[in-house]
């Protein structure tokens, strides 16, 4: 399989590491992973015969781009990792795109255009007889997006519930295992690295509520917005709350929440007191879940999945593999 990745970043720099690391692995699967091409923003690197990955940082020329990965058409599947814009979906939009009319495979770990044109690329995927697979973009490593098309298959999907950030999970966890307060929980994520310097996607819901709308567009066949949803993030609840919480042997966690009743779709995203006989409950530190109720398959929650980087790019490598298996994800 001769690939392209697009975007040399954190997580395209990983799956190049990976690439190697789990040489042993892939090798197993039968698959030979050949990569055609690295580019980022000032260039790119390009060898028909596959690339040298131990040394790409200061091989990157600027007359090499995605254009010319269109032009030459010499690769079966773009990893697009470029970074998210939630406002346009670009540049990563029209490199899914142009991929997908071209016949290629796209792996994707960018929200944005899955979050504003999921339905167009997905029938660009159909119509071209190539996968558009986008595992990556609704919890890294937490494979909700499989498992709602696969095991959930010829089931209606009537809500789903996630815990799917893990900054917020791990700032709550702090405050309820310390008695700290929020900006003492956040200091300590953001020294850890688990919280970024501006930390308002995650710790104001957005986050949350990027992956579950994705989720829901997908699993749903809806065509929501971000403003179809009522978002409320963690940075009020004090500790005084968290005792109380704690009192009623419950917790609080930030839960994305759709519900479909009769055709009538409602988001939200909120914190959520959880007793202990919900499956999402134990979602501690910086592990993810989702839950899904349907019918008539009834109720699965998928919960786990490690944080970082290196996950990331492990989820992307799962759905090249599974398109190297024959699995289909464009529908």
């Known amino acids: 399989m001769k690939i392209a990745v697009v975007g040399y970043g954190g997580v395209g720099a990983a799956f190049i590491k990976l690439l190697k690391d789990q040489k042993e692995y892939i090798n197993k699967e039968g698959i030979k992973i050949q990569v055609n091409y690295i580019l980022n923003s ?7 015969h596959g690339i040298d990955c131990e040394d790409v940082v200061n091989s990157f020329e600027k007359d090499i781009t995605f254009n010319t990965i269109i032009k030459n058409k010499d690769v079966d599947l773009v990893v697009e990792v470029t970074p998210t814009n939630k406002e346009t979906g670009q540049p990563g939009m029209t490199h899914i795109a142009k991929a997908l009319e071209n016949g290629m495979h796209v792996v994707t770990a960018n929200k944005g255009p899955i979050l504003l044109n999921y339905k167009g690329l997905n029938e ?3 119509k071209n007889n190539v996968e558009l697979c986008i595992g990556c973009t609704t919890g890294g490593a937490l494979p909700s997006i499989n498992g709602g098309i696969m095991d959930l298959a010829g089931s209606n999907i009537l809500s789903i519930e996630g815990v799917l950030n893990g900054t917020t ?7 309820e295992a310390n008695g700290v307060d ?16 501006n930390p308002t996607l995650d710790v104001e819901g957005w986050d949350t509520a990027s992956k579950l709308l994705i989720l829901t567009n997908v699993l749903m066949n ?15 609840i004090t500790p005084e709350e968290i005792k109380d919480c704690i009192g009623e042997n419950k917790k609080y966690k930030l839960v994305g929440k759709t519900t479909n009743e009769n055709g009538n779709v409602k988001m939200s995203v909120k914190l959520e007191k959880l007793s202990k006989d919900h499956p999402l409950y134990n979602v501690d530190g910086k592990n993810k879940g989702v839950r899904y109720t349907s019918d008539p398959l009834g109720d699965l929650t998928i919960i786990g999945g490690a944080s970082g980087v290196t996950p ?6 799962r759905d090249l593999i599974n398109i190297h298996r024959g699995y289909k994800f464009s529908r």
């Open 182 to 197: 929020y900006s003492q929980a956040l200091k300590k994520a953001q020294e850890l690295g688990i919280a970024e310097t």
């Open 42 to 48: 000032r260039g790119g690197v390009y060898n028909p």
């Open 124 to 126: 660009l995927a159909v």
């Open 169 to 175: 999970n791990f700032i709550l966890n702090e405050m």
């Open 222 to 236: 809806q065509e929501k917005t971000l403003k179809d949803m009522n978002v409320e993030g963690i940075t009020k």
């Open 312 to 317: 990331a790019a492990a989820s992307i490598l």
